[in-house]
């Protein structure tokens, strides 16, 4: 199995352009979470998805910020418009049920100039 | 609240030594309790976890973890680190909504 895949692996916009990270899970999982890591605020779930659904996005940090999952194998997390702040390393995770644990992605590290 | 809490921004061991990397946490119910390693410029990569049986867990690369139900405590474990060890360790729990809460980290630093 290919793992968990993320594209871009490096992503270099400038303030206000919209930002689009792309995640394949691992086939079979269920289950899929998008996190944010920064040196300050470490490692922070935005949002998780189940059998497609949305069930938890109150980690995404704004409006600007939106995630949609509209297969079993693909999910975005786009950003629009974005700001320096939101430069960070964005990961993707899948899990198949409970209590199974979570398999990451390589990440996307996003700098917004 | 659901919380862990990894009281050492990083651990310092000689190649060779046993090692420790803490962890405690606050859940409601029965923890799931998870192990993760990051090495730099990687996604976090699963080592062990603790859902019910035995509290002393074993895991991959020769770690292990054992559970501590009155202490609330998961520390990490490995007899002798390699300098390959060097890395950031997360420990993670279990909500009660499903999703998983990360420590703060711990990097381990092994030298020669």
């Known amino acids: 199995d290919a793992g968990v895949i993320q594209s871009p692996r490096h992503e270099v916009t400038e303030m206000g352009q919209e930002v689009t990270l792309r995640c394949k899970p691992i086939s079979g999982h269920n289950s899929l979470f998008w996190y944010r890591q920064t040196m300050m605020r470490g490692l922070e779930l935005l949002i998780y998805f189940n059998n497609n659904v949305p069930i938890d996005d109150s980690g995404m940090p704004e409006d600007r910020f939106s995630a949609k999952m509209p297969n079993a194998s693909f999910s975005t997390l786009k950003i629009q418009p974005s700001e320096p702040r939101d430069s960070a390393v964005y990961f993707c995770a899948s899990r198949t049920s409970e209590p199974n644990e979570q398999f990451f992605g390589p990440g996307t590290r996003l700098t917004v100039l | ?112």
Do not use: M
Request: with cysteine; glycine share 8%; hydrophobic share 35%.
């Open chain 2, 1 to 112: 609240a659901q919380s862990v809490a990894q009281p050492e921004d990083q651990v310092n061991v000689a190649e060779g030594n046993p090692l420790t990397v803490k962890c405690t946490y606050s859940v409601s119910g029965n923890p799931y309790l998870f192990w993760y390693v990051q090495y730099p410029n990687r996604g976090l990569q699963f080592l062990l976890k603790y859902i019910t049986g035995d509290n002393l867990v074993k895991g991959s690369y020769g770690f292990e973890a054992e559970f501590n139900k009155s202490q609330t405590s998961f520390h990490l474990k490995k007899p002798s680190a390699l300098v390959s060890d060097s890395a950031l360790y997360f420990c993670a729990v279990r909500d009660n909504t499903g999703k998983l809460i990360f420590g703060q980290g711990t990097t381990l630093q092994v030298k020669p």
